[in-house]
C-alpha cells in the first residue's frame, strides 16, 4: 500500500479518473508563516495611515481656529486637509480591501490576534460609516455625534494599530508555511 505525503490528498474517483489536490512544497511567497504583509503594502498602509492621522489631526487643529483672527487662512488650510484627508481615505479603502484576503482571512484562521484584529476591522467599518454620514448627512443635529463619532474612532484606530502591530510581532513565533497555491492533476483511473 502506497501512503500519500501530506501535503496530498485523494478526492472521490470523478468519471474513471481521480483528482489529485496538492498544495505547494515551494517556499511561500512573502513571508507566509509569520502573516506579515509584504514590505511595499505594509510600508503603503503605514504611509496611508500616517497621511489619515496626520491630515485628521491637523484638520481639527485648523477648524478649531478658523473664528480667530485670520481665520481665512486657517479655513482654507483646514479645506486643503479635508481634501487630503479624503484623498486617503479612498486611498485606504482600497487597501483595507486588499487586506481581507491576504491578511485579515489568513490570519483569522490561523487564529492569530484575533482581538485587536476585530477592534481594528470594527473601528475601521465604523470610520466609513462616521465618513459617510459626514459627507451626505443633512441634518445639523445629527452632524456634531457623527463627527465625534468619527473623531474618536480615528484616535483610537491610530493607536490600536501600533498595539496591534507590536502584538504581531511578539504573538508569532513561525510554524508551518501556509498554502500558497494549490494545483489540481487529473489522473487517468489505473486498474
Known sequence: MQVAPDNLRRARPLLGTFVDITTSASRPIGRAT???????????????VAALFVSGAAWIMADALKDDPGGDAWQLLAANLL?????????????????FPVHIRRAWRVRKNRLSGSAMV??????????????YAGSELIRPWISG?????????????????????KSFGGGPPLPTRVSLRIQPRTK
Do not use: D, Q
Open 83 to 99: 481634501m487630503i484627508h479624503g484623498g486617503a481615505a479612498m486611498a485606504m479603502l482600497v487597501i483595507f480591501g486588499a487586506l
Open 34 to 48: 509569520r502573516l506579515r504583509l509584504e514590505p511595499s503594502l505594509r510600508w503603503t498602509v503605514y504611509g496611508v
Open 122 to 135: 470594527t473601528l475601521n467599518g465604523l470610520l466609513i460609516l462616521t465618513a459617510f454620514g459626514l459627507y
Open 149 to 169: 463619532a468619527h473623531i474618536a474612532a480615528g484616535f483610537a484606530l491610530a493607536i490600536l494599530t501600533v498595539l496591534h502591530i507590536l502584538l504581531g510581532r
